[in-house]
T-cell receptor
């Protein structure tokens, strides 16, 4: 059972580049979310989805887009990367928004 | 904004010592979840406490939910190097119905 799979594990970008962080889950969870984790800031919610076709903004959505075309996949797009987006990004899934979360192992993103 | 304050922020101890970390809030939560995050990985759920005054044990880890459901503690007996990691608490409720409220965590290092 793979759980939540994130790719890539590491990425280095130049300012202004765009990219997509992939997230897939095989547990048939309706709720999926993206967090960024920065030293001293904890986990901050970027975007979330309560089901296929439904997405909404979290605490820090600026500079990021998401879509949810299937239950399994929830990609996060950086539109024009900025150094302030250097962080570790985690995708999570669960049956309900406030239920136990299953996290992926993260994508470590550096923007130069 | 409902906050969960975790203390201490950092804790470094020797193998075999006992320790307690805390998760406090001015808000009432329906339940609290505790996660452990090891270096380079995503958070993994340890336990959920639901009832005020509830105590749950997971081997050498003891979790307690405050009577008023505003605080929780995690006590580790005879800590081992394998206990090293970031311990996060997360609350359900507290005024939000679309996401968990995460604390910033306690970073525990257990030295051999």
């Amino acid at each position: 059972n793979a759980g939540v799979t994130q790719t890539p594990k590491f990425q280095v970008l130049k300012t202004g580049q765009s990219m997509t962080l992939q997230c897939a889950q095989d547990m048939n969870h309706e709720y999926m979310s993206w967090y960024r984790q920065d030293p001293g800031m904890g986990l901050r919610l970027i975007h979330y989805s309560v089901g296929a076709g439904i997405t909404d903004q979290g605490e820090v959505p600026n500079g990021y887009n998401v879509s949810r075309s299937t239950t399994e996949d929830f990609p996060l797009r950086l539109l024009s990367a900025a150094p302030s987006q250097t962080s570790v990004y985690f995708c999570a899934s669960s049956y309900t928004p406030q239920g136990p979360q299953h996290f992926g192992d993260g994508t470590r993103l550096s923007i130069l | 904004t409902q906050l969960l304050e975790q203390s201490p922020q950092f804790l470094s101890i020797q193998e075999g010592e006992n320790l307690t970390v805390y998760c406090n809030s001015s808000s009432v939560f329906s339940s609290l979840q505790w996660y452990r995050q090891e270096p380079g990985e995503g958070p993994v759920l340890l336990v959920t406490v639901v009832t005020g005054g509830e105590v749950k044990k997971l081997k050498r880890l003891t979790f307690q939910f405050g009577d008023a459901r505003k605080d929780s503690s995690l006590h580790i007996t005879a800590a081992q190097p394998g206990d090293t990691g970031l311990y996060l608490c997360a609350g359900e409720g507290g005024g939000s119905n679309y996401k968990l409220t995460f604390g910033k965590g306690t970073l525990l290092t257990v030295n051999p």
